[in-house]
């Protein structure tokens, strides 16, 4: 009967006659079927007659025809219809069948007006309808949509279906069907019917669900009016045999898939019922973290919901952890796919989407944590929430500078969460504002990050290493740095970690590049270079290789020994792969190089012969002409610079690269270093290129 081809909307042989019979046969067709209903009711709706014979009823004209098929639904709905009704669903429990779901939704058309008893009794195959609804056929899941629409007129009959679990599978096929078809009508009108009125009501009743399958205490008490709802759902779920059958685990998915379409402020709902669900937000929490992957996915749904909600639901998840959850998660490679996906886009929905008032408010109430009302917990989980939200151009968070010396004193918290939040705070804080980061230093806040770096505690290690990286971006920073330069070289030799290892090379690079010239001889007779230089020579970009050979590139350029300055064609590629993401505006290895510092590199490497020919051949002089046509004169000073030195070994493919014009444009500018050099690299070029040199 073609019942098991779950994607095909054929309803079978009566709609095909009803389409193409002659009308004399149809009224034939229609006599006989008189008969055998007469006859045999039951096994005439079984076989799925009702549904073409009511589309036989609406459709057509001819009085003959529309009296018959009158006629024979008049004697089914005389009949013992819930006495019908079980026979239907005693069917689907033996097979799944397509027509016998849609006799079921004929059955439950308000313009027969089935009594309540009727409509009850046909609710009470929700967990059978299930079926109709996960292989996606767009016929059986409209039909389960009518019966839904036709049954839950009552506030306890939506609540129970919302509970039996069809409510999130519905909103799925709501959300696939293709605008303007008969499935989003269908839908459309079923989540309307079931979210509509009370939705308050019904989200209390199902947080009151989700804490009875978890054994939780009823922190706030229900209503008269929510618990009788309550009480009502119960019964007809109890009568449905759900509460027997189902696990306390499955019942729990079943009450979070509620609440999953209850937060989405879908579907032409009044008011949001995002305050009750915050009663089981550490519940949510904890299923983010270790629940079933049905449950993870409802709870990145309700968190999605939450998220458009205030500012003040939104905080609420923030010090819950949620952020946190979302983005390991969502970075987690041994997690499901769907689950990821699912993670990563509550976090965006989170964090990216926020418009800028919100962002400002949020920051305050984050902020305000420092002032000894919150937890060491809580700091924690709202630095990493700063972590992002400072990662935005849009959001500098300026004003959080007042803030600072009480995050610098949470730095030397006797709580360890609260001190890890507070420098992690720091961090991201000074990293997006230069000026931030000078307020801090003039704080002092160097010495006791500094003193986590001497804990034996990894972590503290790792956090209290990538601050420090921050606060070297600057001759202030590493100025005070330098009294602990033996530390940082004893740690990146006898590093616990990874992490330690790459927050260390980054450090010394960083002191390598803004400290002057006299730190920098210091850094060189401490044994630096024989530090990094292997990590330099090994090319490997998981240990930050780059900024080894940027950080030797400074302590060598200006000594005798330019061998150190030998380069491998593997690090030139990394160096050069560093440069065009700056010129995307793009992070490389999750650093943000800013355009003079692979300029720098690359102008210090080229002082050796052997570099020189790398750059060239990495396809490394169309990047530098790029950076000549940069804003900034620094940058322009040290790819003229490296073009200056390379133009010795290959003057043709420079000029292919159309240096000469790029050199050109700044004989002009403002900046004497810049003109200065840009003129002795057209004459070095004129050197090696007789035929050009009149021109020049």
């Known amino acids: 009967d073609g019942d098991e081809d779950y994607n095909s909307d054929d309803e079978g042989v009566p709609a095909a006659v009803v389409d193409e019979a002659p009308a004399v046969n149809l009224a034939a067709l229609l006599e006989h079927t008189w008969v055998v209903v007469q006859d045999d009711l039951s096994s005439f709706v079984l076989s799925g007659g009702l549904k073409p014979l009511h589309e036989l009823y609406q459709s057509q004209s001819r009085d003959v025809i529309e009296a018959q098929a009158h006629r024979i639904l008049n004697l089914v709905f005389d009949s013992d219809i819930p006495a019908l009704v079980d026979q239907l669903h005693q069917a689907l429990r033996v097979r799944f069948s397509r027509r016998v779901v849609a006799s079921l939704a004929v059955m439950g058309r308000s313009a027969y007006r089935p009594s309540q008893a009727t409509l009850d009794r046909l609710l009470l195959g929700a967990p059978l309808y299930r079926q109709a609804l996960v292989p996606r056929c767009a016929s059986a899941t409209c039909d389960v949509a009518r019966i839904i629409s036709h049954c839950t007129a009552q506030p306890y009959q939506r609540l129970a279906v919302s509970l039996s679990g069809l409510l999130p599978l519905i909103s799925d096929a709501y959300q696939e069907a293709a605008p303007g078809s008969q499935l989003e009508r269908c839908t459309d009108t079923a989540l309307v019917q079931l979210t509509m009125d009370q939705i308050e009501e019904m989200a209390a009743c199902c947080v009151v669900f989700v804490r009875e399958c978890c054994d939780l205490p009823h922190d706030e008490p229900l209503s008269l009016e929510t618990r009788a709802l309550y009480t009502a759902a119960m019964q007809l779920n109890q009568r449905m045999h759900y509460l027997e059958w189902q696990t306390p685990q499955a019942r729990l998915t079943r009450g979070l898939g509620a609440l999953s379409v209850f937060s989405q402020a879908h579907y032409g709902a009044n008011a949001i019922a995002h305050g009750i669900i915050l009663g089981i937000l550490p519940l949510i929490t904890s299923t983010l973290v270790d629940g079933e992957t049905e449950q993870r996915l409802y709870c990145a749904r309700i968190c999605d919901g939450l998220a458009r909600g205030t500012p003040e639901h939104h905080f609420s998840l923030l010090t819950a952890g949620v952020p946190g959850v979302l983005v390991d998660v969502a970075n987690n490679e ?172 980054s450090i010394l690079g960083n002191m390598a590049t803004y400290s002057e010239m006299s730190a920098r001889r210091t850094m060189v007779e401490h044994g630096v270079i024989e530090v990094l230089h292997p990590i330099m020579k090994s090319a490997d970009p998981t240990r930050h290789a780059v900024v080894a050979a940027m950080a030797i590139a400074n302590l060598v350029a200006h000594g005798e020994d330019k061998s150190l300055l030998a380069a491998d064609m593997e690090l030139i590629v990394q160096v050069m792969d560093a440069l065009r993401a700056t010129l995307r505006g793009e992070d490389y290895q999750d650093i943000s190089f800013e355009h003079w510092a692979p300029a720098q590199v690359l102008s210090n490497f080229s002082l050796h012969d052997q570099s020189k020919r790398l750059i060239v051949e990495a396809d490394g002089v169309r990047p530098l002409v790029g950076l000549l046509h940069t804003d900034d004169v620094m940058t322009q000073e040290f790819a003229a610079k490296t073009l200056l030195n390379i133009s010795t070994v290959v003057d043709v493919r420079l000029h292919a690269d159309g240096v000469e014009e790029a050199l050109r444009a700044l004989l002009t500018s403002p900046s004497e270093p810049v003109a200065a050099t840009c003129r002795e690299a057209l004459r070095s070029l004129a050197r090696y290129d007789r035929v050009r040199q009149l021109d020049v």
């Open 334 to 505: 041994s997690e499901p796919r769907a689950v990821r996906d699912a993670f990563g886009s509550s976090l965006v929905l989170m964090i990216h989407q926020l418009d800028q008032e919100r962002k400002d408010t949020l920051a305050r109430m984050i902020v305000h944590l420092w002032d000894g009302s919150g937890t060491g917990r809580q700091i924690f989980k709202a630095a990493r929430f700063i972590y992002d939200l400072a990662n935005q151009n849009n959001c500098p968070l300026n004003y959080l500078e007042q803030y600072l010396p009480r995050m610098i004193a949470g730095v030397e918290s006797q709580d360890r969460e609260k001190r890890l939040g507070s420098v992690m705070a720091l961090h991201k804080l000074c990293m997006c504002n230069a000026p931030t980061r000078t307020r801090a230093i003039e704080l002092n806040v160097i010495p006791p990050v500094v003193r986590m770096l001497e804990q034996d505690d990894v972590e503290s290690q790792e956090v209290a290493g990538y601050a420090l990286v921050t606060f070297a971006c600057g001759k202030a920073g590493t100025a005070q740095m330098m009294k602990w330069l033996d530390l940082f070289i004893d740690r990146e030799k006898n590093n616990p970690s990874h992490k330690l290892e790459i927050g260390m090379t």
